[in-house]
């Protein structure tokens, strides 16, 4: 999932979410070792905008300290029974709207762990701010971000190209929820 960085004025109040099998907080000195681990995956980086490859944990450090300085929510994703950090998701202001990024290590993929913390993204960003729409974006080769992204309720809204740290320039698809369609879908199914 990709989310490109810019700064608004009115920035989000970010609490500690939890899920079924989630916590989303904020990523801590802790988290330095596992998140440098994780991210630093070609598999993972080729599919963000901002991650660099090779990722070490200076670059893990530099994040940790930076979360928090913007505009919008930047979480850590932990799983509630072991506390074993898993990857990151959040909410960033753009000059056309809020939106939704998250990625999840490899070791976790394929378990709904995105998708549950996609729908406690949403619920937060709707039920925090007074948008309209809620917008995500993905690399066109991202089946399983895609997947989360329809799961949450999402509509395409057409195609472009991002500038990728570890990729170069991609192809990705935009996708957009609106408020009225989120509050249609609030008793999300399960992932």
Not at 23 to 42: F, G, K, S, W, Y
Request: charged content about 20%; proline content about 5%; some cysteine.
């Amino acid at each position: 999932m990709i989310a490109e960085r810019h700064d608004t004025e009115t920035p989000l109040s970010c609490p500690v979410l939890v899920t079924e099998r989630l916590i989303l907080r904020r990523p801590h000195r802790d988290d330095v070792a596992e998140l440098a681990q994780l991210a630093n995956n070609r598999r993972v980086a080729d599919m963000l905008a901002r991650m660099p490859f090779p990722y070490s944990e200076a670059h893990a450090e530099d994040f940790v300290r930076r979360t928090g300085e913007g505009q919008g929510c930047t979480y850590a994703l932990t799983l509630s029974m072991t506390g074993a950090f898993i990857g990151c998701a959040g909410l960033d202001p753009t000059p056309k709207g809020l939106a939704l990024g998250y990625w999840i290590g490899e070791p976790f993929w394929g378990k709904g762990y995105g998708t549950e913390a996609a729908h406690a993204l949403v619920d937060l960003g709707f039920r925090n701010s007074e948008i309209d729409q809620l917008l995500v974006s993905c690399r066109v080769i991202n089946e399983a971000s895609r997947r989360v992204i329809h799961k949450c309720g999402f509509q395409y809204t057409g195609q472009g190209m991002m500038d990728s740290l570890a990729a170069g320039r991609v192809a990705t698809e935009h996708y957009a929820l609106s408020r009225s369609t989120w509050i249609a879908l609030r008793s999300w199914p399960r992932a």
